[in-house]
């Protein structure tokens, strides 16, 4: 009979079958004619169950860490070996210079951080893949009664986005039998990625962000049929451990299994490294909302000032929303989008309404010093 995970191997994606099936050893005995699949724990083992169930095949699904199991042709020692979690690199990793960031990230699941308290704002909504959810900063559940612990910033989206930075730096690793991204630094070094000074007070203060990065949940409630899925962004890998012969702490952590599979699928977006060093928290909001938006436009749009609050989670008067934009034009106006291509932001005026005109222009190719536009044409 044909070996099950080459049946598989056509109907599931690369990160699907490098996840569920490509560690799995596939015995087929003699006496039965039936395929046994060894897994290395209960989770994969319910998970390829179903995918076998959705695709009509059969086989016996059995946990490797059965002592009598006799029916492999492998050593257990070698099958436990093969099954260990390691530590492996993608084949082609992100780029060094631009940040890849998954597709859910959303600019709404942080918060400003003159507003970051226990209770405000702490229920918003978005759209995401074409489904409309409800999302609850700082709670794991949509239960009305439980009370938010607290909720993550532009401050936390700027580490977030230099810690993944670090991660592709590294040459984008993660744990091979679970594609989940894994990550090692120092402090120090995610402060010279933000360009914060640093000092023993910014040192304390990113600890903190960091283990409330870890800490703070996000639950998305879908509104057609009230389901809810709760995460936080970064998950506990091993304790803080001093590097050898020097003074610098090293923090080893994983990425969140959603946000993973999304990386490892290249379901991401590549920005510029330059976005985690903006400061201005409504300009960082608006690049997350809007980048992809502008990047796929082929001609200018226009954004009304209340879409952009309501979007931005921008209160206050008509006057302060229009000052806030205004340094967002300031701030991300020829903004680099790829290579080639930069951000176009002008405030308008038509009547009494005001309005902000986006698009994106092509960058300007800069000569070499000393060259004149007129030897460039000749040469061309």
Partial sequence: MPKIKDLLKDVLTKSEYDIWVEPIVEHTSGQTNSAILIVPNIYFKNRISEILKSQNLSAEVIIHKQEDLKTTQQPPSEIKQSLNTKTLQMEKPYSKEKVATSDIVNSKF???????????????????????????????????????????????????????????????????????????????????????????????????????????????????????????????????????????????????????????????????????????????????????????????????IEDIAEDLELRGTTQNITKAISKVVKNLNGYKLTDNSEISLELAKEGRERYLIVGKREVVPTLPLGMTTEISAIEC
Wanted: aromatic share 10%; net charge positive.
């Fill in 110 to 304: 942080f918060t400003y951080p003159i507003t970051n308290s226990r209770l405000k704002y702490a229920t918003t909504e978005m759209i995401l893949n074409g489904e409309e959810y409800i999302i609850h900063r700082g709670k794991t559940t949509p239960n009305l009664d439980e009370e938010p612990i607290g909720q993550l910033d532009t401050n936390h989206l700027r580490i977030l986005l230099a810690i993944i930075h670090t991660w592709q730096d590294q040459n984008c690793k993660f744990l091979g039998v679970t594609a989940i991204v894994k990550i090692s630094f120092s402090i120090r070094e995610i402060a010279k990625k933000i360009e914060y000074k640093i000092s023993g007070r910014t040192i304390k203060w990113l600890q903190q962000k960091i283990e409330e990065l870890k800490k703070y949940p996000i639950t998305l409630e879908r509104k057609s049929d009230g389901r809810a899925n709760s995460f936080t962004f970064l998950n506990e890998l091993t304790k803080q451990t001093k590097e050898k012969n020097t003074r610098k702490s090293i923090i080893v952590l994983t990425l969140n299994p959603i946000l993973s599979q999304q990386l490892y699928e290249r379901k991401a977006i590549l920005r510029n490294k330059d976005c985690y060093k903006i400061k201005n928290p409504t300009s960082l909001k608006f690049l997350l909302t809007y980048d992809k938006r502008i990047y796929a436009s082929q001609e200018q749009f226009k954004l009304s």
